[in-house]
Nanobody
Framework: QVQLVESGGGLVQAGGSLRLSCAAS????????MGWFRQAPGKEREFVAA????????YLADSVKGRFTISRDNAKNTVSLQMNSLKPEDTAVYYC?????????????????WGQGTQVTVSS
């Protein structure tokens, strides 16, 4: 069993930056692929970014490429999402997810564990 706890959300002006962190419990964190998803009010949950189990392969949604970066530190059991040049349309609840596989996935249904989410609000 893995528990995921996100932090780092908040209110920021357009053009600003935030760094989200996800702390994972459990000794097998390094065996899991990790991802970030987000859900805005009235919209479906959407993929944001993913990183494979070793951290050398990442994948970003087109909407955040060039602005967001995903990384992980297996020694600290954490995965981070650095968000720069934020836009009002980035406003959403951001969720950390862990999957019992080693590759990358942009499909929410393939992930096994989810955090409770952290709110990101970008004002114009």
């Amino acid at each position: 069993q893995v528990q995921l706890v996100e932090s780092g959300g908040g209110l920021v002006q357009a053009g600003g930056s935030l760094r989200l962190s996800c702390a994972a419990s459990g000794r097998t964190f390094s065996n899991y692929a990790m991802g970030w998803f987000r859900q805005a009010p009235g919209k479906e949950r959407e993929f944001v970014a993913a990183v494979n189990w070793r951290g050398y392969n990442t994948y970003l949604a087109d909407s955040v490429k060039g602005r967001f970066t995903i990384s992980r530190d297996n020694a600290k059991n954490t995965v981070s999402l650095q968000m720069n040049s934020l836009k009002p349309e980035d406003t959403a609840v951001y969720y950390c997810a862990g999957g019992r596989f080693q590759f990358i996935s942009a499909t929410a249904g393939e992930y096994d564990y989810w955090g409770q989410g952290t709110q990101v609000t970008v004002s114009s």
